[in-house]
């Protein structure tokens, strides 16, 4: 009996023709595998087209809950913004990719694992480190990274072997989305001083577009995870949905921006992430509202760090359960809510509550009312500046003094 290898499968070119590639290299049979993280194919289309491939065996697995629970709702209350741009929403997806795909390789006893990644790009060390961490004795297998096919000798390959598949030439856009965001690639994109033409977007409308009129929303945060809307409870998976519909209609979430691969490559990439960038931005000020200055400034480091660690492939690494121990801690008090306006494009905190708030409006305000005693500001002063008024005056001292 053959032995077993399982691939993930997107239904794309790279992993229909890896398929094919695979068994005829490696002399295997080829389970598939399809996790749903809200990316919108139909997953019975997908295994349809593996078997007719000629997959042995293939998993539709629905995680799109667990994708939002237990990814996307970490990466919320460590604000990630890689590069203080991208939400890191592909990155999410890929250890909960890989892990279902060990998970697999365990239940079928199989020699190996394989994926669609590249060699040039990020998830090669998202996948790779992820498996090996799982399950070392796995062999892993790149069909992409191995065979150094450019699209159209994949095209070509695929006739060869008639393999189903509905790329063209036309289709010049290589895509991946998931409930957190829409990575698109390739064609024209690859020209930095050009600007992304309209049909490379999808999920969110031309800002000149959006409605002329703007629209305001209430997001309610418990214990630093959106919840509600307008008032209103939503599940996990929900709430993205409907996030990104109603941001997406106002333009916002597109992302234009030079980015540092993890393999040393610059990269322009474009995304769409209209649900991330609206929840962020909220989140990032209900803590404002609520951290002390110390926390809040301390906690900005930590958030760069832990996203640092999604981004490049870490996310097994144990420094990233230490981060989240002091993440979770600060989340603790982040309930509340932002009033956000939402138009062309553009996204606006214009208001926020919480029973945790350290506004005092008794010494912020300018009335007669406040309690603020004006004068204490002068001793604090004083003690402030000693350091650099000290420094100041040595090094006045010293230039004038002759040699």
């Not at 598939?32 to 539709?60: C, F, N, P």
Request: hydrophobic residues 35%.
């Amino acid at each position: 009996m053959k032995k077993k290898v399982v691939l993930a499968y997107s239904g794309g070119l790279d992993t229909s023709v890896s398929i094919k590639w695979i068994q005829q290299k490696y002399d295997v049979n080829v389970v598939t595998m399809t996790i749903d993280v809200g990316q919108g194919k139909e997953l019975k289309t997908i295994e349809k087209r593996a078997i007719a491939i000629g997959a042995l065996k293939h998993y539709s697995i629905d995680a799109k809950e667990e994708f939002v629970t237990n990814y996307v709702f970490r990466a919320i209350k460590a604000n990630a913004l890689y590069e203080s741009k991208y939400p890191v929403s592909s990155a999410l997806s890929r250890p909960l990719i890989a892990s279902k795909l060990v998970d697999v390789a365990n239940k079928e006893e199989a020699i190996g694992v394989a994926h669609g990644c590249t060699g040039k790009g990020n998830d090669q060390v998202r996948f790779d480190v992820t498996i090996k961490s799982l399950n070392p004795d796995l062999k892993i297998i790149a069909p992409v990274r191995e065979w150094k096919l450019s699209r159209d000798e994949e095209i070509k390959y695929a006739e060869e072997n008639k393999i189903p598949i509905d790329y063209t030439s036309k289709n010049i856009y290589s895509i991946d989305q998931n409930l957190w965001g829409r990575s698109i690639e390739c064609g024209v994109l690859e020209q930095p001083d050009h600007e992304p033409p309209e049909d490379a977007y999808e999920w969110t409308t031309d800002p000149v577009n959006a409605p002329d009129k703007p629209e305001y929303l209430s997001i309610g945060f418990n214990k630093g995870v959106p919840r509600t809307i307008n008032g209103k409870k939503l599940n996990p998976t929900d709430f993205i949905f409907k996030m990104n519909k109603i941001a997406g209609q106002h333009g916002i979430g597109r992302i234009d921006h030079m980015e540092n691969r993890l393999v040393g490559i610059k990269s322009r990439e474009i995304y769409e992430c209209p649900a991330a960038t609206v929840i962020l931005e909220a989140h990032k000020d209900l803590e404002k509202t609520i951290l002390t200055r110390h926390e809040w400034s301390f906690k900005q480091q930590i958030d760069n760090q832990w996203t640092l660690l999604a981004y490049t492939g870490l996310w097994m690494d144990p420094l990233r359960h230490a981060l989240e121990a002091f993440i979770n801690k600060t989340q603790e008090k982040v309930i509340g809510e932002v009033k956000v306006k939402l138009y062309k494009g553009s996204v606006q905190v214009v208001g926020r509550s919480s029973p945790y708030s350290l506004y005092d409006l008794n010494l912020a305000t300018y009335e007669s009312s406040s309690t603020f005693d004006q004068t204490w500001s002068i001793g604090f002063i004083e003690l402030w500046s000693m350091p650099t008024k000290a420094a100041n005056i040595v090094m006045k001292k010293n230039k004038t003094e002759k040699p």
